[in-house]
């Protein structure tokens, strides 16, 4: 009697170092790949397809999709640093036009903030560019914040939210559609009403 049959073997394509991002260091890693195999009298003869591919660290055992290779840490921080300040600017856009009105004083803080935040500062005339464009556009500000949920830490949250309360304070009086915006922003980071209330304490609290 003729016994065949197939099997599933793991062979290492390759190995070297990479950035694993459960163990947060460079790791040495093993590239695998996963065949079918045709066996006769349980003797794998010949691979019959590819049944995928992953990378093992050696130092956890984590296994990855390929791609994790060409993770690169710095790259980003920077991609998500670029996404916040993206992010904040327009939660400071968005809290200026929430009363329907545009006050010079708004922008200027916008541009102050701004600056302070990433040391580089907009023009009035690209800011007021901005601002009309947005006015004109689909609300694509959430989607921009739920780009970043998973990411933004306690501290990016009151940034941002700091931010959008100095805007609506910046003309001397925070309407209560600024500050409703400014909820609904906050509820969307996932922060609770209660951290919310104690960061705007905090920031009335300093003036």
């Not at 349980?42 to 691979?47: G, H, N, Q």
Request: proline share 4%.
């Amino acid at each position: 009697m003729i016994i065949w049959g197939s099997k599933a073997i793991t062979g290492t394509l390759g190995a070297g170092n990479f950035n694993c991002p459960v163990c947060a260091v460079n790791r040495p890693y093993d590239q695998k790949r996963v065949r079918r195999f045709f066996t006769l009298y349980f003797i794998p003869l010949f691979p019959t397809s590819t049944l995928g591919q992953y990378v093992e660290c050696r130092g956890c055992q984590g296994t990855f999709e390929p791609n994790i290779l060409s993770y690169d840490p710095a790259a980003e921080v920077q991609k998500t640093e670029a996404l916040f300040m993206s992010a904040v600017k327009q939660i400071m856009i968005h809290v200026c036009l929430a009363d329907g009105s545009i006050d010079d004083e708004e922008v200027k803080q916008i541009q102050a903030i701004y600056e302070e935040l990433t040391g580089a500062r907009i023009g009035e005339t690209d800011l007021r560019e901005e601002i009309t464009i947005i006015s004109q556009s689909d609300n694509t500000l959430y989607g921009l914040i739920d780009q970043l949920n998973g990411q933004l830490n306690d501290t990016g949250k009151e940034t941002a939210i700091r931010s959008a309360y100095l805007i609506a304070a910046a003309d001397g009086n925070v309407d209560p559609s600024e500050l409703e915006m400014i909820q609904r922003i906050a509820h969307r980071m996932g922060m609770s009403p209660t951290h919310l209330n104690g960061v705007l304490a905090a920031v009335q609290q300093a003036g």
